[in-house]
């Protein structure tokens, strides 16, 4: 597919755990805005693909990235690129909301605090109640944000990690099956702030949801065991898919 | 009988009932082996319930009458022609006065009638003779002017007149097999009566050190002497094992030195108590030379018995914190040492206070060790530092249970209950510690 001013550029992308090769070499260009969806069966190697883009691979023992991928033509994996300073600007949003045991505030403070966002304590309520506006959460939690991040509803955590990552004002978010511990009514929610999030940010979304996939993307891509099999408008996956291997997916004879 | 194989696959009726009849049958056996096994479970705790409760009654029973002690409350004259005879008021030269002797005249006064000088020994013999001299001899020596008047003392009557008081030297027995003579016992039923001799709570206990007499002696210093070891084995443990366990856990190499080491790390948990004594006696008193019996090194030598233990403790605490957080932070741009410091580490940290607090009750409670580094020593004074040689309670046990006297054992006994309650308070507030920092999770 056909992507102009992408944002990542990746090209033969391999991941290794230890002798087991993971994802065998993938191709693709991301665009700049938007929703890009990562689906496949289980173990297909799409969260794995999705944690090359903010290097979060290198914390796991044995993991090891080849092939290029750059961010602004920018090569990620550059050996003079510092990975705290990617993630500044690749949020993420895992599968099991993680808030800290901290408060609200604290919570949605703690990317800026130590990247040295703000300076004094009114700038850093601004930055804390428009990042919380933007997760659309604020009307909820504006009267107690000093209890604890924890304490909140699922679908509320969820959005609260959202909201910290939004805090340090990143360029992208990758998303992690951040639907699949929620009910229903909350994933309905996150679905419409992933909507609002898009104008804004480079989404890229991993889901194990198909009518979620086809609900919240423009793009998807489909892997299948450790390769990329077919990337193109959702529209078009979902409808018309080039691949017998997605067209099986889809309709629920894989999977 | 027809087995479950030989019935078709159709005839499910039958089938339902051959399963009906076997499980029915086997249910019964399964329902037996579970209410064994609850039985057995039932009796372990009731065993076990029973042994404690045996433990307890018998320290309890033996050590909760040496909570009190019995008194003589006496008028002492102080008469100047034998405390200072040349007539000094000066308070060096009146330290050397002879105060028993006025506490022999005070003890002859209250029964004029003794005039043998055997009786006499005897009669003196009911009050705790060096306890009281130095009772005196204090009061002179604070205040001169006190020399020619009368003044009254309580001093503690001496040991086996309190034993017998208490009831533990049996009256019935021949006078020869008694350490109290019949006149004795006379005497001091008559001091009761005239309100002399009376029983009050034992502050000595709790407020005196050691000492040779039993009435005279107390746990102030190895209480003193056991928490000065506990708070600075902690000091030293705690850093080091958190720092060491945090440094395998979350920065070493996986390779082979950091096995070995982790391994090591786990053996010396099981290394006997004693060889830490062996190595704080070659490393601090030998090599660094610091003093033997002082509390400094009785504490070093423990924290080195603390240290694997809290080792074991935080990585466990360490690793029970789900990669949820951390990965949050890493996330955000965290550095792994941010990410361990901000936010591992502080949800850990119930986990390992809760662990050093046991570590430091297993501290309070050693013993070996402290004998290798001298500990052992008789010590009749309250360390006022950490430098001062000192004993620690334990060790106070072991020194007392091995005194003859029955006056000893009931003093153990209650040093035990003081140890054992110790323990059960910092227990009790490794558990309350732990709750309230869960509860902020």
């Given at each position: 597919?056909?992507?102009?001013?992408?944002?990542?550029?990746?090209?033969?992308?391999?991941?290794?755990?230890?002798?087991?090769?993971?994802?065998?070499?993938?191709?693709?260009?991301?665009?700049?805005r938007g929703v890009t969806a990562f689906i496949g069966p289980s173990g297909c190697g799409k969260?794995?693909?999705?944690?090359?883009?903010?290097?979060?691979?290198?914390?796991?023992?044995?993991?090891?990235?080849?092939?290029?991928?750059?961010?602004?033509?920018?090569?990620?994996?550059?050996?003079?690129?510092?990975?705290?300073?990617?993630?500044?600007?690749?949020?993420?949003?895992?599968?099991?909301?993680?808030?800290?045991?901290?408060?609200?505030?604290?919570?949605?403070?703690?990317?800026?605090?130590?990247?040295?966002?703000?300076?004094?304590?009114?700038?850093?309520?601004?930055?804390?109640?428009?990042?919380?506006?933007?997760?659309?959460?604020?009307?909820?939690?504006?009267?107690?944000?000093?209890?604890?991040?924890?304490?909140?509803?699922?679908?509320?955590?969820?959005?609260?990690?959202?909201?910290?990552?939004?805090?340090?004002?990143?360029?992208?978010?990758?998303?992690?099956?951040?639907?699949?511990?929620?009910?229903?009514?909350?994933?309905?929610?996150?679905?419409?702030?992933?909507?609002?999030?898009?104008?804004?940010?480079?989404?890229?979304?991993?889901?194990?949801?198909?009518?979620?996939?086809?609900?919240?993307?423009?793009?998807?891509?489909?892997?299948?065991?450790?390769?990329?099999?077919?990337?193109?408008?959702?529209?078009?996956?979902?409808?018309?898919?080039?691949?017998?291997?997605?067209?099986?997916?889809?309709?629920?004879?894989?999977? | 009988?027809?087995?479950?194989?030989?019935?078709?696959?159709?005839?499910?009726?039958?089938?339902?009932?051959?399963?009906?009849?076997?499980?029915?049958?086997?249910?019964?056996?399964?329902?037996?082996?579970?209410?064994?096994?609850?039985?057995?479970?039932?009796?372990?705790?009731?065993?076990?319930?029973?042994?404690?409760?045996?433990?307890?009654?018998?320290?309890?029973?033996?050590?909760?009458?040496?909570?009190?002690?019995?008194?003589?409350?006496?008028?002492?004259?102080?008469?100047?022609?034998?405390?200072?005879?040349?007539?000094?008021?000066?308070?060096?030269?009146?330290?050397?006065?002879n105060y028993r002797r006025v506490l022999q005249d005070t003890m002859y006064d209250l029964f004029?009638?003794?005039?043998?000088?055997?009786?006499?020994?005897?009669?003196?013999?009911?009050?705790?003779?060096?306890?009281?001299?130095?009772?005196?001899?204090?009061?002179?020596?604070?205040?001169?002017?006190?020399?020619?008047?009368?003044?009254?003392?309580?001093?503690?009557?001496?040991?086996?007149?309190?034993?017998?008081?208490?009831?533990?030297?049996?009256?019935?027995?021949?006078?020869?097999?008694?350490?109290?003579?019949?006149?004795?016992?006379?005497?001091?039923?008559?001091?009761?009566?005239?309100?002399?001799?009376?029983?009050?709570?034992?502050?000595?206990?709790?407020?005196?050190?050691?000492?040779?007499?039993?009435?005279?002696?107390?746990?102030?210093?190895?209480?003193?002497?056991?928490?000065?070891?506990?708070?600075?084995?902690?000091?030293?443990?705690?850093?080091?094992?958190?720092?060491?366990?945090?440094?395998?856990?979350?920065?070493?190499?996986?390779?082979?030195?950091?096995?070995?080491?982790?391994?090591?790390?786990?053996?010396?948990?099981?290394?006997?108590?004693?060889?830490?004594?062996?190595?704080?006696?070659?490393?601090?008193?030998?090599?660094?030379?610091?003093?033997?019996?002082?509390?400094?090194?009785?504490?070093?030598?423990?924290?080195?018995?603390?240290f694997p233990t809290i080792v074991v403790a935080t990585r466990a605490s360490l690793r029970s914190?789900?990669?949820?957080?951390?990965?949050?932070?890493?996330?955000?741009?965290?550095?792994?040492?941010?990410?361990?410091?901000?936010?591992?580490?502080?949800?850990?940290?119930?986990?390992?206070?809760?662990?050093?607090?046991?570590?430091?009750?297993?501290?309070?409670?050693?013993?070996?060790?402290?004998?290798?580094?001298?500990?052992?020593?008789?010590?009749?004074?309250?360390?006022?530092?950490?430098?001062?040689?000192?004993?620690?309670?334990?060790?106070?046990?072991?020194?007392?249970?091995?005194?003859?006297?029955?006056?000893?054992?009931?003093?153990?006994?209650?040093?035990?209950?003081?140890?054992?309650?110790?323990?059960?308070?910092?227990?009790?507030?490794?558990?309350?510690?732990?709750?309230?920092?869960?509860?902020?999770?």
């Amino acid at each position: 597919m056909d992507i102009k001013n992408p944002k990542f550029v990746c090209r033969d992308v391999r991941v290794h755990y230890g002798d087991l090769e993971a994802l065998h070499g993938i191709d693709i260009d991301i665009p700049d805005r938007g929703v890009t969806a990562f689906i496949g069966p289980s173990g297909c190697g799409k969260s794995t693909f999705l944690r090359t883009f903010n290097r979060m691979n290198d914390t796991i023992d044995g993991a090891k990235v080849s092939g290029l991928i750059n961010m602004d033509g920018q090569d990620i994996y550059d050996k003079n690129l510092d990975p705290v300073l990617l993630r500044a600007r690749v949020g993420m949003v895992f599968q099991k909301p993680n808030p800290f045991p901290k408060s609200i505030y604290d919570n949605v403070a703690y990317g800026p605090k130590i990247h040295g966002l703000t300076s004094g304590k009114a700038e850093m309520d601004a930055l804390v109640e428009k990042s919380l506006r933007r997760a659309g959460l604020w009307e909820e939690v504006k009267d107690r944000l000093k209890s604890p991040g924890t304490g909140l509803s699922g679908g509320q955590q969820q959005r609260l990690v959202i909201a910290r990552a939004i805090a340090v004002n990143p360029e992208v978010i990758l998303m992690d099956e951040p639907a699949s511990a929620l009910d229903p009514i909350a994933t309905a929610r996150l679905e419409a702030l992933i909507q609002e999030l898009k104008e804004r940010y480079c989404i890229i979304i991993v889901t194990h949801s198909m009518a979620q996939a086809a609900r919240v993307s423009d793009n998807t891509a489909f892997f299948y065991m450790g390769e990329l099999i077919e990337y193109d408008a959702t529209e078009k996956i979902f409808t018309n898919p080039g691949d017998s291997r997605t067209q099986d997916y889809i309709t629920g004879r894989t999977g | 009988m027809a087995t479950h194989s030989d019935i078709e696959e159709n005839d499910t009726k039958r089938a339902s009932q051959l399963r009906e009849e076997r499980a029915r049958k086997h249910l019964k056996s399964r329902r037996n082996r579970e209410w064994r096994f609850r039985l057995w479970g039932r009796a372990a705790i009731l065993f076990a319930l029973s042994a404690l409760a045996w433990l307890l009654f018998s320290i309890v029973g033996t050590g909760f009458t040496a909570f009190q002690q019995n008194f003589m409350t006496l008028d002492v004259k102080l008469e100047a022609s034998i405390i200072a005879p040349d007539g000094t008021r000066d308070p060096q030269k009146l330290r050397g006065a002879n105060y028993r002797r006025v506490l022999q005249d005070t003890m002859y006064d209250l029964f004029p009638d003794v005039t043998e000088r055997l009786e006499k020994r005897e009669l003196f013999a009911l009050t705790s003779a060096s306890g009281a001299t130095h009772q005196i001899r204090q009061m002179v020596y604070k205040n001169p002017s006190l020399i020619g008047q009368t003044v009254t003392v309580t001093v503690p009557t001496s040991d086996q007149v309190d034993q017998l008081l208490k009831g533990y030297i049996d009256r019935t027995q021949p006078e020869s097999r008694r350490k109290v003579s019949d006149q004795q016992i006379t005497w001091i039923g008559t001091l009761k009566e005239r309100g002399i001799i009376k029983k009050k709570f034992n502050t000595i206990l709790f407020t005196k050190p050691d000492s040779r007499d039993p009435e005279l002696a107390g746990i102030a210093g190895a209480v003193v002497g056991s928490m000065m070891i506990v708070v600075i084995a902690f000091l030293f443990a705690l850093p080091i094992g958190v720092g060491s366990a945090l440094y395998l856990d979350e920065f070493a190499p996986k390779n082979r030195w950091t096995d070995l080491i982790e391994i090591n790390i786990n053996n010396l948990a099981a290394v006997p108590s004693i060889v830490f004594g062996l190595l704080g006696l070659a490393i601090f008193i030998n090599f660094m030379g610091l003093h033997r019996s002082i509390p400094l090194v009785g504490g070093m030598v423990l924290a080195l018995r603390a240290f694997p233990t809290i080792v074991v403790a935080t990585r466990a605490s360490l690793r029970s914190v789900g990669p949820g957080i951390v990965n949050g932070a890493l996330s955000l741009g965290a550095s792994h040492t941010q990410a361990v410091f901000q936010q591992k580490l502080p949800l850990a940290a119930p986990g390992i206070l809760t662990g050093s607090i046991i570590a430091m009750a297993q501290v309070l409670g050693e013993t070996a060790p402290l004998l290798m580094i001298g500990m052992v020593a008789f010590v009749t004074e309250v360390p006022q530092s950490a430098m001062d040689p000192s004993t620690a309670l334990p060790v106070q046990i072991f020194l007392w249970s091995d005194s003859a006297e029955r006056a000893w054992s009931e003093r153990t006994a209650a040093a035990i209950i003081v140890l054992l309650l110790i323990l059960v308070v910092m227990n009790g507030l490794a558990i309350w510690l732990r709750n309230r920092l869960e509860k902020r999770r």
